[in-house]
């Protein structure tokens, strides 16, 4: 009935195992987070795609990947599949190096764009709900926060795609991970308080 052990990020952090974050919160124009859920729990998948396709939103959403992350390698979540389609679209139309992983994406698709993002050649993966969680790309120096959510094991998840140590093929070691919040995820914080449920 008790939690007897654990390890949180605090502890990865400070004995080396993980890397500390730093973040950058950007407002963007007519995004109202708040106002996309009123009621209890998550916002749904719908709500936050439709706030992050706007026009204006989309177009701040690419130009803070392309400012804030400049030449790091980066994982930006974004809100729904085609929110990632036009955002990898708008992205490479602007001469960044961008590709796209969704659900549907085939293994073997998925196989090229890895190996492409860990050697380098492409700068930018973009995507919804699939590298949260499993996903090793200890190359990742930065995350863009672009599908609002009131989760915080979510947030966990996707900033943790940049905590990983890494040593570059130019013997450059990486330091820190930044994050780009886009949709005030920051404020869930990284620290998840372990809760058991009794026993039913």
């Known amino acids: 009935?008790?939690?007897?052990?654990?390890?949180?990020?605090?502890?990865?952090?400070?004995?080396?195992?993980?890397?500390?974050?730093?973040?950058?919160?950007?407002?963007?124009?007519?995004?109202?987070?708040?106002?996309?859920?009123?009621?209890?729990?998550?916002?749904?998948?719908?709500?936050?795609?439709?706030?992050?396709?706007?026009?204006?939103?989309?177009?701040?959403?690419?130009?803070?990947?392309?400012?804030?992350?400049?030449?790091?390698?980066?994982?930006?979540?974004?809100?729904s599949m085609e929110h990632c389609r036009q955002l990898t679209e708008s992205l490479v139309g602007l001469g960044a190096t961008a590709e796209m992983v969704v659900g549907p994406t085939t293994v073997r698709d998925r196989t090229g764009i890895y190996h492409r993002f860990r050697n380098g050649t492409t700068r930018v993966l973009v995507t919804v709900d699939v590298l949260t969680e499993g996903a090793d790309f200890p190359r990742c120096e930065a995350v863009v926060l672009a599908r609002p959510t009131r989760s915080q094991s979510r947030l966990v998840q996707c900033v943790g795609r940049a905590l990983r140590p890494h040593t570059f093929e130019d013997g450059r070691v990486k330091e820190r991970a930044l994050v780009v919040d886009l949709v005030g995820a920051g404020s869930l914080g990284l620290i998840v308080q372990t809760r058991l449920e009794p026993d039913r």
């Open 1 to 79: 009935s008790d939690v007897v052990f654990e390890r949180d990020i605090t502890w990865a952090i400070e004995n080396g195992f993980l890397l500390p974050p730093y973040g950058v919160t950007v407002d963007l124009p007519d995004l109202d987070v708040e106002s996309l859920h009123t009621g209890a729990g998550e916002i749904t998948d719908d709500e936050a795609a439709e706030a992050m396709l706007r026009t204006t939103t989309l177009n701040a959403t690419v130009e803070a990947v392309l400012e804030r992350t400049a030449s790091l390698s980066t994982i930006a979540f974004g809100a």
